[in-house]
């Protein structure tokens, strides 16, 4: 079946910095892997949907130049909180699949302190 | 109106006891219904996917409803381990999952 991997798994930084997260299909190759944010109780929300060699897709109300995505090759998506505020804690998932009921990472786990 | 929407729950049954899990959807265009298990602070993980025909998985029942727009999932024989928050999952044009809020189940012993 489809694996993703996703890392890290968490990662404590300061207010301003940056964080990468990323995300690797390792027997797959994800033309498409979506990102998802979930604040505690409560559900995965799509923040974006991240497409091999073009522009990602963000959904409403997300912020494309706080939350940069790369997608650059078959095998590797990356999302960069660029300036993190505590706001931006939160757990953060990527998904991707070649057939139904797609695969999540392990999830990262950002606290911005 | 939510994509998806669940009872959030929460659900505390006995050992052994069945339950019943409902969710709704809005778009009539889905295509792909799933119900994952997520355990705290871990990702989800599929636990099964939901067919128009219905399909059972051991303990666990799946079924959809495409007139009322809506999926269930039953679980038999509840055991401790199953204890967990159970997500409807649904499948837009896009190819993206739109998820409810969870339903959060307790097996109490």
């Known amino acids: 079946g489809a694996v993703v991997s996703q890392h890290p798994s968490r990662v404590i930084c300061k207010s301003g910095t940056s964080v990468k997260i990323e995300c690797r299909s390792l027997?797959?190759?994800?033309?498409?892997m979506f990102w998802y944010r979930q604040f505690p109780k409560q559900s995965l929300m799509l923040m974006a949907t991240?497409?091999?060699?073009?522009?990602?897709?963000?959904e409403q109300g997300v912020e494309k130049d706080k939350f940069l995505i790369n997608h650059a090759s078959l095998t590797l998506s990356t999302l960069t909180v660029t300036s993190a505020h505590p706001e931006d804690s939160s757990f953060y998932i990527c998904?991707?699949?070649?057939?139904?009921?797609?695969?999540f990472g392990s999830g990262t786990r950002l606290t911005v302190v | 109106r939510k994509e998806v929407e669940q009872d959030p729950g929460p659900f505390n049954v006995p050992e052994g006891a069945t339950v019943a899990f409902n969710c709704t959807y809005s778009?009539?265009?889905?295509?792909?219904f799933f119900w994952y298990r997520q355990d705290c602070r871990k990702e989800p993980k599929l636990l099964m996917s939901?067919?128009?025909s219905g399909n059972e998985d051991g303990r666990f029942t799946a079924q959809l409803n495409r007139a009322s727009q809506y999926i269930s999932l039953l679980i038999r024989d509840s055991k401790l381990s199953d204890s967990a928050t159970y997500l409807c999952?649904?499948?837009?044009?896009?190819?993206?999952?739109?998820f409810g809020t969870g339903t959060r189940l307790t097996v109490i012993p």
């Open positions: 998904s991707g699949g070649v057939e139904e009921g797609y695969t």
């Open positions: 027997d797959f190759q994800a033309t498409t």
């Open positions: 991240s497409n091999e060699g073009s522009k990602a897709t963000y």
């Open positions: 778009n009539s265009a889905s295509q792909s």
């Open positions: 939901v067919y128009s």
């Open positions: 999952v649904v499948r837009g044009g896009a190819n993206n999952l739109f």
